[in-house]
Nanobody, 124 residues
Framework: QVQLVESGGGLVQAGGSLRLSCAAS????????MGWFRQAPGKEREFVAA????????KYTDSVKGRFTISRENAKNTVALQMNSLKPEDTAVYYC?????????????????WGQGTQVTVSS
């Protein structure tokens, strides 16, 4: 049974930074792509970023490009999301995902595993 557990969420002022982490347990996910989604109140779940199994290729939704950076450490079975220059519109619950196929990570229904989410709140 694979579990993804997110941490690092919290309350931050606009312009500030947070670093989210996701730890996988139950099996090694070094061959899986990993990533992040978010869901704001009253909105659909939105793709944020993904990284391939090697850590060499990543993609981002346009609204976070240049501000967020995704990374992974396969030896620790973890993925992180460094979020800088945060804006109030980044407020959401952030979910970690894992997918056998990097190309499918941006499609919510195609992801193999999901975490429970961590709240990020950015005040203006």
């Amino acid at each position: 049974q694979v579990q993804l557990v997110e941490s690092g969420g919290g309350l931050v002022q606009a312009g500030g930074s947070l670093r989210l982490s996701c730890a996988a347990s139950g099996r090694t996910l070094s061959s899986y792509a990993m990533g992040w989604f978010r869901q704001a109140p009253g909105k659909e779940r939105e793709f944020v970023a993904a990284i391939d199994w090697s850590g060499g290729v990543a993609k981002y939704t346009d609204s976070v490009k240049g501000r967020f950076t995704i990374s992974r450490e396969n030896a620790k079975n973890t993925v992180a999301l460094q979020m800088n220059s945060l804006k109030p519109e980044d407020t959401a619950v952030y979910y970690c995902i894992a997918n056998q196929f990097y190309s499918r990570t941006s499609t919510p229904s195609s992801n193999n595993y999901w975490g429970q989410g961590t709240q990020v709140t950015v005040s203006s």
